[in-house]
């Protein structure tokens, strides 16, 4: 497996380099909101120190990214009125993964409603309304 990258986007984001809708952190984890929203309230989770993926994260960045998706998959079901949600994981490009800063999507899901086509940049209001909704669920 390739070392970790730090210039990969998501260290940026970290290092407040470039924007980002932040919705919550704590002294290990941040969250904010997916650029290109498969469902409305599509956010991810990270942790704050170093790893590409699942294959080199401490057990105790898994616990403690893990905690926070719960807090946000719980936030986002309440912000969203949803019906479900849908966690996602991609490990190295084989399996599907493209930003090498290890992430869990969380997205809210509503019955009969299948999640949009990946690759299609949002609404940057859109995505700033429902961070907000996110933020205010949280709270
Ligand atoms: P993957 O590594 O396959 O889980 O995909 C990376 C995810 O990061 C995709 O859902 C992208 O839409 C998302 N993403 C990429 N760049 C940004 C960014 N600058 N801010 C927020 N989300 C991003």
Request: hydrophobic share 45%; net charge negative; with cysteine.
């Amino acid at each position: 497996m390739a070392a970790y990258d730090p210039e990969n986007i998501f260290a940026k984001i970290l290092r407040g380099e470039i924007p980002s809708t932040r919705v919550y952190e704590d002294d290990e984890t941040l969250a904010f909101m997916d650029i290109m929203p498969r469902a409305d309230g599509h956010l991810l989770v990270i942790p704050k120190t170093p790893c590409r993926n699942i294959l080199d994260a401490t057990p105790e960045q898994l616990a403690a990214v893990m905690a926070t998706v719960q807090k946000m998959a719980k936030a986002v079901v309440k912000a969203f009125d949803a019906d479900g949600l849908t966690i996602q994981q991609f490990n190295e490009a084989a399996g599907g993964q493209e930003v090498f800063h290890l992430h869990f999507h969380v997205l809210p899901r509503h019955d009969g409603v299948a999640v949009r086509a990946p690759g299609t940049m949002g609404d940057f209001d859109l995505i700033a309304e429902h961070g907000e909704r996110v933020k205010a669920a949280l709270s």
